[in-house]
T-cell receptor, first 115, second 113 residues
Framework: AQSVAQPEDQVNVAEGNPLTVKCTYS??????LFWYVQYPNRGLQFLLK??????LVKGSYGFEAEFNKSQTSFHLKKPSALVSDSALYFC?????????????FGTGTKLQVIP | DTAVSQTPKYLVTQMGNDKSIKCEQN?????MYWYKQDSKKFLKIMFS???????INETVPNRFSPKSPDKAHLNLHINSLELGDSAVYFC????????????FGNGTRLTVT
């Protein structure tokens, strides 16, 4: 069965500092990996996705993600955090489960950027 | 131009009632989903439809019945509502396979009293 782990419930970072939100995954076959952001009272918004062969993928709002096959990780990064980045971040994996493609989400990490 | 829209945004009802949530997408996607987000913000897939056919049904009580009249619509009907059904329900759509991302609606907050 496929799974996604986000080991940190919350990440605090000072404005202007780099941020990392961690994600590890388990899936059969090639991984389709995604990051989403959720602001209060809103649906999830797509940030970026893994593209086969690219170990560093760039996405919206200056976010990027680093793929590491040996560590089965897909950590979200940003060089300089903004207060407006404060939100809930979800990592997700799409893979085959029970004969069909299924998207599984991690438990979410709350990012708090401190002014 | 809302890509995935669901109604109503809020739904407050009493135990035992029956209610429906509607979802429409104008992205031309072939796959639609219902997710449940609980009070701890955990997201759990409930159903997935591909070209109007049910492809995922994740151990959801049969009080929940999805209906997809066409590729652009996926509605959720809930019978005999229980307190534990209180949650935020999200509709989403995507092109069904590979690395196509999901596009989410803004959610329906269901409160059962």
């Amino acid at each position: 069965a496929q799974s996604v782990a986000q080991p940190e419930d919350q990440v605090n970072v000072a404005e202007g500092n780099p941020l990392t939100v961690k994600c590890t995954y388990s899936v059969s076959g090639n991984p389709y990996l995604f990051w989403y952001v959720q602001y209060p009272n809103r649906g999830l918004q797509f940030l970026l996705k893994y593209i086969t062969g690219d170990n560093l993928v760039k996405g919206s709002y200056g976010f990027e993600a680093e793929f590491n096959k040996s560590q089965t990780s897909f950590h979200l990064k940003k060089p300089s955090a903004l207060v407006s980045d404060s939100a809930l971040y979800f990592c997700a994996v799409r893979g085959f489960s029970g004969g069909y493609q299924k998207v599984t989400f991690g438990t979410g990490t709350k990012l708090q950027v401190i002014p | 131009d809302t890509a995935v829209s669901q109604t109503p945004k809020y739904l407050v009802t009493q135990m035992g009632n029956d209610k429906s949530i509607k979802c429409e997408q104008n992205l031309g996607h072939d796959t639609m989903y219902w997710y449940k987000q609980d009070s701890k913000k955990f997201l759990k897939i409930m159903f997935s439809y591909n070209n109007k056919e049910l492809i995922i049904n994740e151990t959801v009580p049969n009080r929940f019945s999805p209906k997809s009249p066409d590729k652009a619509h996926l509605n959720l009907h809930i019978n005999s509502l229980e307190l534990g059904d209180s949650a935020v329900y999200f509709c989403a759509s995507s092109q069904g396979v590979g690395n196509s991302p999901l596009h989410f609606g803004n959610g329906t907050r269901l409160t059962v009293t």
